[in-house]
């Protein structure tokens, strides 16, 4: 069976912060653009080796803003990549963009290098809220953008929206979901507000200006009904699609396929192996001209590790975990976990469609906390069937509680 690879590339310019983002990007830092593309491309080409192995059938541009960065860079990443490993004709190549970062000429030029979807940070049509949050854009720049976007043949569109933002109420969301939906993207990326340390936006935190948890769970619950109503199921906690365009780049992840990144914070997951790049953008060119580490975090996942991973990856989707895959592909006892999953439903947390296990909508708000005890009920079962383990200071079992304490 012929190997799949994904590819993420960072992009880490942006033209301003927004106050509630907490992923690696800067502002301000445009002169090292030429550098960090000459990099980039010097890092894509040395790897070619690791990726010769597989065909690559998606490929990411996330950041940051490429948008920003410009169409030219990012053709020039593409056409490198390209030429260097296996990219199938059929593959989704994604680009993130800002509304006010969108022109007819970048456009036209990312369609014909063969870039076919587009990421649209929306975030809400509310114009108030988008100054709150240090966004560059109103939203009749998001609908002009579209309209451009759709008049390039770009059809696979997806948007990125937040709720839970200062001052935002159910009736703004409600708003926010209409307006969207009439622009009719293919995809819909819909996350709650979380106050990142260190981020401006957690001036906020405690204040009345912040919607209630409960609130923001009464807009999570609107939102899974008002999306699958139009056309929008769920596939994910924080994902919803028009069937047959749900990201197969974002899928990867979440089913522990293969994927590969560049870039400073990057990370990949490749044939087991974890392993994540420096958050330090003139560290990572001058890593890679250089010849010097770049390296941040490495580790080997052991089938423990992978089995942790498919709950807490698997239990993200509307698809779901079994019985049979788990047994089969990580050689344990599923009954406590099944126990679990059981006395979840007769409270509504979650539902069985054949062998297969899912959260309903109840179940996803309250996820974090459920996936934790499921990894607690895993830890259990392991220890049970494998008594040897608690004779080696229980360190695999150990390092799965650790990581379920860190769920919440």
């Given at each position: 069976m012929e190997r799949r690879l994904g590819i993420y590339i960072h992009i880490p310019f942006c033209a301003g912060k927004c106050s509630y983002c907490d992923f690696y990007s800067l502002a301000g830092m445009d002169k090292l653009m030429p550098k960090y593309q000459q990099a980039l491309i010097r890092h894509i080409e040395e790897s070619a080796p690791n990726m010769e192995q597989y065909y690559i059938d998606t490929v990411y541009f996330g950041g940051g803003t490429p948008s920003y960065y410009g169409a030219k860079y990012i053709c020039g990443i593409f056409s490198a990549l390209k030429s260097c490993a296996k990219v199938l004709k059929s593959s989704e190549v994604t680009v993130?963009?800002?509304?006010?970062?969108?022109?007819?000429?970048?456009?036209?030029?990312?369609?014909?290098?063969?870039?076919?979807?587009?990421?649209?940070?929306?975030?809400?049509?509310?114009?108030?809220?988008?100054?709150?949050?240090?966004?560059?854009?109103?939203?009749?720049?998001?609908?002009?953008?579209?309209?451009?976007?759709?008049?390039?043949?770009?059809?696979?569109?997806?948007?990125?929206?937040?709720?839970?933002?200062?001052?935002?109420?159910?009736?703004?969301?409600?708003?926010?979901?209409?307006?969207?939906?009439?622009?009719?993207?293919?995809?819909?990326?819909?996350?709650?507000?979380?106050?990142?340390?260190?981020?401006?936006?957690?001036?906020?935190?405690?204040?009345?200006?912040?919607?209630?948890?409960?609130?923001?769970?009464?807009?999570?619950?609107?939102?899974?009904?008002?999306?699958?109503?139009?056309?929008?199921?769920?596939?994910?906690?924080?994902?919803?699609?028009?069937?047959?365009?749900?990201?197969?780049?974002?899928?990867?992840?979440?089913?522990?396929?293969?994927?590969?990144?560049?870039?400073?914070?990057?990370?990949s997951c490749v044939s087991g192996a974890r392993y994540s790049y420096i958050k330090d953008l003139e560290g990572y060119i001058n890593g890679v001209l250089e010849g010097s580490e770049i390296i941040d975090e490495y580790e080997n996942t052991d089938r423990l590790d992978r089995a942790a991973e498919y709950i807490m990856l698997g239990m993200r989707t509307v698809r779901g975990i079994s019985r049979e895959e788990y047994s089969r592909v990580y050689r344990s006892g599923f009954d406590g976990i099944e126990y679990l999953l059981g006395e979840y439903e007769k409270k509504g947390w979650t539902k069985r469609r054949g062998e297969r296990w899912s959260f309903t909508s109840s179940g996803f708000l309250l996820s974090n906390m459920l996936i934790g005890t499921l990894l607690e009920a895993q830890s259990q079962e392991k220890m049970s069937a494998n008594p040897w383990i608690i004779s080696t200071d229980n360190k695999e079992a150990s390092q799965l509680q650790g990581n379920s304490n860190n769920l919440g």
């Open positions: 993130e963009m800002n509304p006010d970062s969108v022109k007819k000429e970048d456009l036209r030029l990312l369609k014909s290098e063969g870039i076919n979807r587009i990421s649209l940070g929306v975030q809400s049509a509310n114009d108030e809220i988008l100054k709150i949050i240090g966004r560059r854009h109103n939203f009749r720049q998001v609908e002009q953008a579209v309209r451009l976007m759709k008049a390039e043949g770009f059809d696979n569109i997806s948007m990125d929206l937040i709720y839970g933002l200062p001052g935002q109420t159910r009736n703004d969301w409600a708003d926010t979901l209409s307006k969207v939906i009439a622009l009719h993207p293919r995809h819909l990326s819909c996350y709650g507000l979380k106050l990142e340390e260190g981020t401006p936006l957690c001036k906020y935190e405690g204040s009345d200006f912040l919607p209630t948890d409960d609130e923001q769970a009464d807009m999570y619950l609107y939102m899974t009904d008002i999306l699958e109503h139009y056309g929008y199921p769920q596939y994910e906690i924080s994902n919803f699609a028009m069937k047959g365009y749900r990201s197969r780049h974002n899928l990867k992840y979440w089913k522990l396929d293969d994927y590969m990144g560049f870039g400073p914070g990057a990370h």
